[in-house]
């Protein structure tokens, strides 16, 4: 394709990209409608992708425009150079002209005279012999020979130097106009390539702030769970559902690794370290990236008795070595080393949370659990042999975050919350390599919690437990399907079993089926069987595979527990970012 019929192609393309900026609509998300939100996150992402795929193609042409603007100038400067040259040589060329051009006229001039006064008889008589006569006659013919080769030359350059000029002129016109045509389409590549980065970015920014909201308002339904942060807030009640017969024959439950929030110090992570016989400084810096401790650090803590910081009415004051000894987070049975690395981080955490006892803490999970009573035992030698001492990372003493379980993975703050931190990490918590589920299960450390691999919520009609029947499990399928063709349906997908009042009208499952049906698409009416794939390194599941109906069909790992999230029945609930799914 001609090099200016691409650029009127790409003309037309980026003039497109320029229409999807004009006209970008402008969206409404009402606060609890997760459907909707899900949908703005999903028409924005293909927005993005159109927007990418339309840059990329426009960035590619740019970058070869951009060779070849620079090739082109690279030949322009050349050839004004070689145009100056010829100027140049045209003026000491138009200089020496008309100095031979005078030689030439005088020399025209005398022969002319000679030419009247010339007698062939005087030159016979005045030569004094014939080859005299002879030599005189061949110089004369020479001269005039001579003469004519210059006036012939004189002609041709006078010709070459009025054809050079005009070329030269020309050139500089053409070459003037090119250079100018060059930088002009590169200014309008450069400009739309900007506006669709710009547009592209709007986008990301938009997508990332209804993700947030979509995961805040899961997270607010997952909290009827009452799943705990940390072991302090009571004993975990996480139950094994498979060994509970749901009544409805065969079925499917989708059982998650651990439970919120995953960063930090793995409470019963350290239980297994500790019990492989890691030390607490193995056992800390195995979770944290920290410098080094800081001993002998003292200060006054309050506490309140609100759910946050610096909230409701303080109900104790002392020391922090008195305060460390009422915390209430792992048992006492447990071995030594995991009290200590516990009791380092709690240390390291309260003193970073109140800026060293400027602000007041809560007594419960919401910060760390707090008893008025020291708890005594080995908790009591743990806090002893750790007086004082935190961790200490770039000259700060960090936040030393703890959870229960992190089911076999850790991860930063910025993953799980809003702020990344350089001292938390991302983690693979096991004994060894892990290339499947049943590896995870053998060799992660905290493989001994009960909520290490649990379904999450449960249905009292079927057993207190969390499976699904396979129609069920069909449905949600079905309703990812049928977002994936219109997006807008969103308002519809909610829970059948509950009143939304936050919805439009809920779909049930055969007005699903019949709205698949109607825009030509098959749907599951049972599933046979699901399989999981999943990132083993970082610990996400990456794609569910769900089988039935001699059909097939994939889902990103996110895509599938979102709409779980928003259309299993009852609390049911996948709560982490690597899930499995059983089947009985």
């Not at 981080?345 to 910060?367: E, F, P, W």
Request: hydrophobic content about 35%; overall charge negative.
């Amino acid at each position: 394709m001609p090099f200016f019929r691409k650029l009127s192609f790409f003309v037309f393309f980026t003039a497109l990209v320029a229409g999807i900026l004009m006209f970008k609509p402008l969206f409404y998300v009402s606060a609890d409608e997760i459907g909707d939100i899900q949908n703005e996150i999903e028409k924005l992402s293909k927005d993005l992708e159109a927007s990418v795929n339309a840059t990329t193609p426009l960035e590619k042409e740019l970058k070869s425009l951009e060779a070849r603007i620079n090739s082109a100038k690279a030949g322009i400067a050349k050839a004004k150079n070689e145009a100056a040259a010829l100027a140049v040589s045209i003026g000491e060329r138009e200089e020496a002209l008309v100095y031979h051009y005078q030689i030439f006229s005088n020399r025209v001039a005398e022969s002319y005279k000679r030419g009247r006064t010339f007698n062939p008889l005087s030159l016979f008589l005045s030569s004094q012999s014939a080859n005299q006569l002879t030599k005189d006659l061949a110089y004369q013919e020479s001269a005039r020979a001579q003469d004519d080769r210059l006036i012939r030359s004189l002609s041709e350059e006078i010709n070459k130097l009025n054809e050079d000029k005009q070329k030269l002129e020309s050139d500089q016109v053409r070459l003037a106009a090119l250079s100018e045509q060059l930088d002009e389409q590169a200014d309008f590549f450069k400009g739309e390539v900007v506006k669709a980065k710009s547009y592209q970015s709007e986008l990301s920014s938009e997508i990332a702030q209804l993700s947030t909201k979509l995961q805040q308002i899961i997270s607010g339904r997952q909290a009827s769970l009452n799943l705990p942060s940390s072991l302090g807030a009571g004993a975990l009640v996480c139950v094994d559902d498979r060994k509970i017969d749901p009544g409805f024959g065969s079925g499917f439950a989708f059982f998650t690794y651990g439970i919120p929030h995953r960063v930090g110090l793995n409470q019963y992570g350290a239980y297994g370290r500790a019990k492989a016989g890691q030390t607490y400084d193995q056992i800390l810096r195995a979770y944290f990236n920290f410098n080094e401790y800081r001993d002998g650090v003292s200060a006054t803590i309050k506490v309140n008795d609100s759910n946050a910081m610096n909230k409701g009415n303080i109900i104790w004051t002392g020391s922090l070595e008195d305060y460390m000894k009422r915390i209430y987070e792992v048992p006492g049975s447990w071995p030594s080393e995991a009290l200590k690395a516990q009791a380092i981080a709690a240390r390291s955490y309260v003193l970073a949370l109140t800026n060293n006892g400027d602000s007041s803490i809560c007594a419960n999970q919401y910060c760390q659990v707090f008893k008025t009573d020291p708890k005594g035992g080995d908790w009591d030698n743990a806090v002893s042999d750790t007086s004082g001492k935190v961790m200490v990372a770039d000259g700060q003493i960090i936040k030393g975050w703890f959870a229960s379980t992190s089911g076999g993975y850790t991860f930063n703050s910025g993953d799980v919350w809003s702020s990344s931190t350089s001292y938390t990490k991302r983690l693979r918590d096991t004994s060894g390599d892990v290339n499947s589920f049943s590896d995870l299960n053998e060799k992660s450390y905290d493989k001994d919690s009960p909520c290490f691999y649990s379904a999450q919520g449960y249905r009292s009609q079927h057993g207190n437990s969390a499976w699904l029947k396979p129609s069920e499990v069909a449905d949600i399928a079905n309703v990812i399907l049928l977002a994936r063709a219109d997006n807008s349906l969103g308002d519809h997908f909610c829970q059948t079993d509950k009143n939304n009042s936050n919805c439009g009208e809920t779909w049930n499952e055969e007005k699903v089926k019949n709205e698949l049906s109607n825009r030509g698409m098959s749907y599951f009416s049972n599933v046979s069987s699901i399989s999981i794939s999943a990132d083993f390194s970082i610990g996400r599941t990456t794609t569910v595979t769900v089988n039935g109906d001699g059909k097939s069909e994939n889902f990103p790992g996110n895509e599938f527990k979102d709409w779980f999230n928003l259309r299993a029945p009852a609390n049911i609930q996948i709560v982490g970012p690597l899930f499995n799914a059983e089947n009985r």
